[in-house]
């Protein structure tokens, strides 16, 4: 197929003809070329099919507000939907696919919609939807779920490289165009530091697209001429496919880069988009403005486009949307897209102005005050149909039209920060209002100053302020002569009286009889007309629709437009692929993985482990012949508790506190008291919150008059850790202590059981005298190892064994662990992993996570004794209040099944042994459970109603989720060794 | 957001992690009479304003000190940035 419609000229790069495919058929294109530019020369004005009615439509604008012209771009895991025609650069087999048409994008089945379009009006989901009830996820909203949306997922994972990137500048300057360039010039002349993004791949904004003349020069070659010499100063960044997307507090910009997107293969060693987060001192919004169309009777006709987008395609891209054009015009500016088309020999049959006394066009016939009242053609335009001046109306033959409805400033980013545009009389357009984000000016057609002559003068001086205001003098460029055309236009929306839809939204198919519709029921808000009829939603957030909503609006309200309203732009500017958000944040990446010193060790042995926060830890490690879980663990607790097991306990938080006042601050900081803690003792410590509620318990060990070693469990090491500092700089801020994390500095290992210390003796240095009477139970010290290793030493028993915790420097953690399995090996030493650590704990009857839950106080947990009175620290004051002090509250204590094989559950809730199940009868819950190898049976700790005071009680431990009670027995909580014999031996 | 922070100049805000009204600072009495009232308010009534308003960031994933940054809730405008430590001196908190 040849390009029927390629013109002469244009920036397209005629040596390098590229294949393309589009909805299976083949088409060829040049260098340069967009999918939308390249289609056009091919002669297609078909792109796609509207969202809701599946009506044909072609493309409407030639930038990143396209309503119309979505496709789905590659194919495979690539396949990416709602892709803008008009920003798809071309490139060698390129496949592109319509969205939204089935079977094809021709004949649409779905256009059946169109027929039916009166029960589809704005509400109809609210309305049509509500009867009968069940029917919304089984049935309506499946149906609606296919029928809706625009392009399809493959469902495959991504292959693509995604990154995120930051950049600092004196200056960000925010498009290319005129006003962008003279900016850019004038601040990298003097040196500042600049970053000039522009979303196109070429910059020069609309210079690219005029025939305009700067000086001596073309537009288009002026910009080249900029851009060259911005290129050769070292400090400023020309960013290219730069989409700046936000603005963001303090001067702070986000920005898309799509690095690959115009590459047929994607190097696998490159991010295909960047997502750029810049820090600028200043920022020059210098986006330009975007033209806006006129609603009339069906306007969405594929060849129906904007006039300066049929401009942009015959003068940059060489291509001409149809082969006769015609105008429609309020303003001055659709007359320049006559006398382009002329001069480049399309013919212009008409150009119909609605300005009564609008000027004469050369070469072509004006219909003054006159108006489109329909259009004609069933995949593309045919003819429109006018009502002239006089009231008669004519048929004219074309196959586009170019709309002019006049310009919009690309306010979008002043608004970001919650300023709100002004209305100017002047433009009839929204104009950035005095409330703009820090560190950020406008210029140029952003800033309504609409003309060449305005935009560079605007973007020069511009420049010369930010800079000002940096204490850096800069000198304007020299400006070049050029138009400085002023604005003429009539405000004029939308024809009157047209017999067929006149359509605001294209892309959500919302006509102007929806938003009359919204209006008689009463949606005054402009915020509830947007979301009533989906106006202004979607890819394109309404960039060419929301002004003709809004004009509609003010029209029916009998307003005027500021009074109306405006809707606020939010980011991001234009869509933003979910991969660039992510950034290399996916799977593994998604958090950083923390493995324990003995990891690979624990790998070797075949452990399973499991996500302990970022913690990857062993859970068990299964030996030959078990086949389930349960053997592992019981073997484990059984053989720790009959002669040694060895369990990295790493993760548990450490922080180490010193200073003359450190006694002192831990007495704040922990609920029981600290400051007589003799030196080589060890103390167990519980955290209390203000409120009164305990949340972290660990030990606290000193190892000299001024220093502690702090543990806190493995979930709160953060935030114990941030609660003392805030103790420490905010509440007590003369104390003379230090704090700082070594959770990671020490490997640490529990080595439990009766023969702990015979392996220990093997391990520690011979002078070290680790005897009961010489380290006894909460004994800590600093002793050397494996021949002169330091190391630290703690007697402390989380399993209820005697026990120590061994600590060395990380890096010998590895070493140690092996050190401790070679020891122990006559002693038939296993490791042990999280799951035997939990079934110990529980038979022990500690506290852990389950049981610090975040509602349960020091007397809950059976330690209220421990609670200090005689000193002040954090929580004390408020865990006395009445409703925590309940001398018949919860407290903690085990439970046995009555039933020996019956299981224990956690979560179940605890009643009387008869009479009713419900919350009322509540008598308190199971916080944690597991089957007990020592006893053979499963039992739990848990809450109950007075506790300690009902001992041998039989209760049910209801379970309504599973549908099962199970009746057991009140025990204490301490199943094993309840005196406490085994610790001290 | 950008913190100017007191020792080591403008941080991202993403280095901290907040707490809010620092009113914290002033935490009562625990021997006075009314302490179970005073401690009930400290804990529990904060100021919310829209506006200037003090408040505490803790740089976390930096130096680690707690700061009291004077924010505009409407506008994110920082005007002041103190070391917590030395508002809390100079409120009285010093032994």
């Not at chain 1, 001086?461 to 055309?485: C, F, H, N, R, Y």
């Not at chain 1, 402009?526 to 029209?555: C, F, I, P, W």
């Not at chain 2, 930096?62 to 070391?83: A, C």
Request: glycine share 10%; net charge neutral.
């Amino acid at each position: 197929m040849n390009q029927v419609n390629r013109l002469t000229g244009g920036q397209i790069n005629r040596a390098k003809e590229l294949n393309f495919r589009f909805d299976g058929r083949s088409f060829k294109g040049f260098e340069g070329d967009t999918l939308a530019s390249a289609l056009l020369a091919n002669g297609e004005r078909l792109m796609g099919r509207s969202f809701k009615y599946h009506r044909p439509r072609g493309v409407l604008t030639a930038g990143s507000e396209e309503p119309n012209a979505l496709v789905e771009l590659r194919q495979g895991n690539r396949q990416e939907p709602n892709t803008r025609a008009t920003v798809a650069e071309l490139f060698e087999g390129l496949e592109a696919k319509a969205q939204n048409a089935w079977p094809s994008l021709r004949f649409d089945a779905m256009a059946v919609n169109d027929r039916i379009s009166n029960f589809l009006t704005a509400g109809f989901y609210y309305k049509t939807f509500m009867w009968p009830k069940p029917f919304w996820e089984k049935v309506y909203e499946p149906i609606i779920r296919k029928a809706a949306g625009l392009g399809s997922i493959s469902f495959e994972d991504d292959p693509d490289l995604y990154d995120k990137g930051f950049l600092h500048c004196d200056l960000l300057i925010i498009g290319a165009g005129p006003t962008g360039l003279a900016a850019a010039l004038t601040a990298g002349r003097c040196g500042a530091r600049v970053i000039l993004a522009d979303e196109d791949f070429r910059m020069g904004g609309r210079l690219n697209a005029e025939t305009l003349a700067l000086g001596d020069a073309s537009g288009s070659d002026w910009a080249a001429e900029a851009i060259a010499e911005l290129a050769s100063l070292d400090n400023v960044r020309l960013m290219t496919r730069t989409t700046v997307i936000g603005a963001f507090d303090h001067g702070i910009y986000g920005a898309v880069e799509r690095v690959q997107d115009h590459l047929p293969q994607a190097q696998a060693d490159k991010p295909r988009q960047i997502l750029w987060r810049i820090y600028s001192r200043r920022a020059m919004l210098c986006a330009g403005a975007m033209e806006r169309p006129i609603a009339f009777a069906d306007n969405d006709r594929p060849g129906v486009m904007l006039a300066s987008a049929v401009r942009s395609y015959v003068n940059r891209w060489a291509a001409a949307p149809a082969q006769e054009i015609v105008i429609f015009t309020n303003n001055d500016d659709g007359h320049r897209t006559a006398a382009d088309l002329i001069a480049k020999g399309v013919k212009v049959p008409a150009v119909i102005d609605v300005r009564a006394d609008a000027p004469a066009v050369a070469g072509a016939e004006l219909l003054a005050g006159a108006e489109v009242i329909g259009t004609e053609g069933r995949l593309g335009l045919t003819s429109v149909t006018v009502r002239l001046a006089n009231g008669q109306t004519r048929k004219i033959k074309c196959g586009s039209l170019a709309v002019s409805g006049g310009w919009n400033p690309n306010v979008h980013l002043t608004c970001h920060q919650r300023g709100r545009p002004h209305w100017n009389a002047e433009l009839a357009a929204f104009v950035p209002g005095p409330e703009l984000p820090s560190g950020m000016t406008v210029a140029g057609a952003a800033n309504g100053q609409l003309s060449t002559a305005q935009a560079l003068a605007g973007g020069a001086s511009g420049a010369v302020a930010a800079l000002g205001d940096l204490g850096t003098t800069a000198k304007a460029i020299d400006l070049p002569q050029t138009e400085d055309a002023p604005i003429a236009l009539k405000p004029f929306w939308h024809v009157q009286g047209g017999k067929s839809r006149a359509w605001v939204d294209l892309q959500n198919d919302v006509t102007v009889k929806d938003v009359k519709l919204a209006h008689q029921e009463n949606f005054v808000s402009v915020e509830h007309l947007k979301r009533y009829t989906t106006l202004g939603m979607a890819t394109d957030q309404g960039k060419t629709s929301n002004m003709l909503g809004l004009a509609v609006m003010a029209e029916l309200t009998g307003k005027s437009i500021p009074e109306t309203g405006t809707t606020i732009f939010r980011p991001p500017y234009t869509p933003v692929p979910m991969g660039t958000m992510a950034g290399r944040a996916t799977g593994k990446h998604f958090h950083p993985t923390r493995k324990t010193p003995s990891h690979h060790w624990a790998e070797e042995q075949g452990a399973v482990f499991t996500e302990v926060g970022d913690w990857l830890r062993a859970q068990w490690f299964p030996r030959q012949g078990e086949t389930h879980w349960r053997q592992s663990v019981d073997r484990e607790v059984l053989q720790t508790r009959k002669s040694v097991g060895v369990c990295d306990v790493t993760t548990l938080g450490k922080i180490d506190v010193q200073g003359k006042d450190a006694a002192t601050f831990l007495n704040k900081v922990y609920a029981n008291a600290f400051a007589k803690l003799p030196v080589g003792k060890v103390r167990y410590g519980l955290m209390l919150r203000e409120d009164g509620i305990a949340y972290d318990d660990g030990t606290a060990a000193r190892l000299a008059e001024d220093h502690f070693v702090v543990t806190t469990t493995t979930a709160n090491a953060v935030l114990a850790y941030r609660n003392m500092e805030f103790a420490r700089q905010c509440l007590w801020p003369d104390l003379d202590v230090q704090l700082i994390s070594t959770t990671e500095a020490w490997a640490q290992y529990a080595v439990a059981g009766p023969n702990a210390r015979k392996l220990l003796k093997k391990i520690v240095d011979a002078d070290v005298d680790i005897s009961n009477e010489g380290f006894p139970f909460m004994a800590c010290g600093e002793i050397t190892l494996c021949g002169g290793l330091r190391a630290r030493l703690f007697r402390i028993s989380f399993s209820g064994e005697l026990a120590y915790e061994v600590a060395v420097p990380t890096r010998y953690g590895d070493a140690l662990v092996r050190a401790l399995m070679e020891a122990g090996e006559e002693f038939d030493v296993t490791p042990y992993g999280t799951e035997a650590l939990g079934v110990m704990r529980i038979e022990k009857g500690h506290a852990a996570g389950n049981e610090l839950n975040g509602t349960t106080t020091a007397l809950n947990l059976g330690l209220g004794r421990m609670v200090s009175k005689k000193k002040d620290c954090i929580g004390n004051t408020l865990s006395e209040r009445k409703g925590l002090s309940d001398a018949a509250g919860l407290r903690l204590v085990g439970f046995r099944p009555v039933k020996a094989q019956d299981p224990v559950t956690a979560g179940a809730h605890l009643m009387r042994a008869s009479g009713e199940i419900s919350a009322d009868t509540d008598q308190g819950y199971i916080t944690s459970a597991c089957f007990s190898p020592n006893l053979g049976c499963s039992i739990g700790i848990g809450f109950l109603k007075d506790g300690a005071n009902r001992m041998g009680e039989k209760l049910r431990a209801a379970n309504p989720l599973e549908g099962s009670t199970v009746e057991v027995e009140v025990v204490s909580a301490h199943f094993i060794d309840p005196e406490g014999e085994r610790l001290r031996a | 957001m950008m913190i100017d922070h007191p020792l080591l100049g403008l941080r991202d805000a993403q280095e901290f992690t907040y707490l809010g009204d620092a009113s914290l600072i002033d935490r009562p009495d625990w021997q006075a009479e009314d302490a179970q009232d005073a401690f009930h308010d400290y804990l529990y009534l904060r100021d919310n304003p829209a506006g200037a308003h003090r408040e505490l960031w803790f740089h976390e994933t930096g130096d680690r000190s707690w700061l009291v940054v004077t924010r505009n809730t409407l506008t994110h405008e920082i005007t002041k940035v103190e070391l917590a430590r030395d508002v809390a001196r100079a409120r009285g908190r010093s032994k």
